[in-house]
């Protein structure tokens, strides 16, 4: 069901240039996490607003305000394994400084938008919203974990005609920034490959 609604635009379509006036990212890097690679940071760059919301001190150069996100394991989070399974766990640490977990940074942006159905108090709110009837070590339904698409995404030539490869170890924001993963052959193989350099992050840069 992550999928564009009422008109709205897929991923694809947001980060062409001069596509959007304001952008809220939430804890991803457009340059390493989109399939447009820099050519989406550099679209980004025609917003008159770019919010990003990251446990990194992350998009900098394109970034207009930068909102501490817990990691998260400093927050209570839920999951679905691949069996359909629902798991859920309570944080290991506290968040550091101001950050917050996601539901709480979300919850305050709704209220100051005004926006209903946001009123939560707390995390099993928002998992009883999201999943009702199913309890934790449930399993949730087949077609509510369905991505099965409803319509054909229209991609950018550039990008249709320039696949990313990546290694494993090139997939988020935590991996990117770990020395030791990106000291292993995997991680060579996937930049010999033509995947994306690590980020350059000066230390310490990472959680906010």
Not at 2 to 25: E, I, S, T
Not at 103 to 132: I, N, S, T
Not at 186 to 199: E, K, L, Y
């Given at each position: 069901?992550?999928?564009?609604?009422?008109?709205?635009?897929?991923?694809?379509?947001?980060?062409?240039?001069?596509?959007?006036?304001?952008?809220?990212?939430?804890n991803t890097e457009p340059a390493f996490d989109s399939a447009a690679g820099p050519a989406a940071q550099a679209a980004l760059n025609s917003a008159e607003m770019v919010v990003t919301i990251s446990p990194?001190?992350?998009?900098?150069?394109?970034?207009?305000?930068?909102?501490?996100?817990?990691?998260?394991?400093?927050?209570?989070?839920?999951?679905?394994?691949?069996?359909?399974?629902?798991?859920?766990?309570?944080?290991?640490?506290?968040?550091?400084?101001?950050?917050?977990?996601?539901?709480?940074?979300?919850?305050?942006?709704?209220?100051?938008?005004?926006?209903?159905?946001?009123?939560?108090?707390?995390?099993?709110?928002?998992?009883?919203?999201?999943?009702?009837?199913?309890?934790?070590?449930?399993?949730?339904?087949?077609?509510?974990?369905?991505?099965?698409?409803?319509?054909?995404?229209?991609?950018?030539?550039?990008?249709?005609?320039?696949?990313?490869?990546?290694?494993?170890?090139?997939?988020?924001?935590?991996?990117?920034?770990?020395?030791?993963?990106?000291?292993?052959?995997?991680?060579?193989?996937?930049?010999?490959?033509?995947?994306?350099?690590?980020?350059?992050?000066?230390?310490?840069?990472?959680?906010?």
């Open positions: 069901g992550a999928q564009a609604q009422q008109g709205g635009l897929n991923a694809a379509a947001m980060l062409a240039p001069g596509a959007l006036k304001a952008a809220l990212l939430w990194f001190k992350a998009n900098l150069d394109i970034s207009d305000v930068l909102l501490p996100l817990a990691p998260f394991t400093e927050g209570p989070c839920s999951f679905v394994n691949a069996e359909g399974r629902l798991q859920s766990a309570h944080a290991v640490v506290r968040p550091l400084g101001q950050a917050r977990p996601g539901w709480k940074v979300l919850r305050v942006l709704a209220d100051l938008l005004g926006l209903p159905g946001m009123a939560f108090d707390a995390a099993p709110e928002v998992l009883a919203a999201a999943l009702p009837g199913v309890a934790a070590g449930g399993i949730v339904p087949a077609n509510r974990l369905s991505n099965a698409p409803v319509g054909v995404a229209t991609w950018p030539q550039s990008v249709a005609a320039n696949p990313c490869v990546a290694s494993i170890y090139q997939l988020d924001g935590f991996v990117r920034r770990a020395t030791a993963l990106q000291l292993t052959a995997d991680a060579r193989a996937g930049a010999a490959a033509g995947g994306s350099a690590p980020v350059a992050v000066k230390q310490p840069q990472g959680v906010v």
